[in-house]
């Protein structure tokens, strides 16, 4: 059983940057790949970034490519989600989630592989 709490949601500008971390409670941190996702008001969740258990790996959404970077420090049990020159278009709940399974492009992007899921923060971005 994995417990992810997001945290470092806020209000700013754009142009501006946020930092998102999620910390993990629970056992083998270091044996799932991890996903962030947002999701906006009326929307579909969204997928945004992955990075592989060992940390090889990382994928991202198109409309982030260039502006996030997702990282983890497995000693921390954490998974970060570095955003700059945020975009209005942005604005969203933002989550993290834990995948078991293989790595895999056919599966990264969707919700549906991922056993464990955060509550969320909220990301906004002003114009």
């Known amino acids: 059983q994995v417990q992810l709490a997001e945290s470092g949601g806020g209000l700013v500008q754009a142009g501006g940057s946020l930092r998102l971390a999620c910390a993990a409670s629970?056992?083998?941190?270091?044996?799932?790949?991890m996903g962030w996702f947002r999701q906006a008001p009326g929307k579909e969740r969204e997928f945004v970034a992955v990075?592989?258990?060992?940390?090889?790996?990382?994928n991202y959404a198109d409309s982030v490519q260039g502006r996030f970077t997702i990282s983890r420090d497995d000693a921390k049990n954490t998974v970060y989600l570095q955003m700059n020159t945020l975009k209005p278009e942005d604005t969203a709940v933002y989550l993290c989630?834990?995948?078991?399974?293989?790595?895999?492009?056919?599966?990264?992007?969707?919700?549906?592989?991922?056993?464990?899921w955060g509550q969320g923060t909220q990301v906004t971005v002003s114009s």
């Open positions: 990075i592989s258990r060992n940390g090889v790996a990382t």
């Open positions: 989630a834990a995948d078991g399974g293989p790595y895999s492009s056919l599966s990264y992007s969707r919700p549906q592989p991922y056993d464990y």
């Open positions: 629970g056992r083998f941190f270091s044996r799932y790949n």
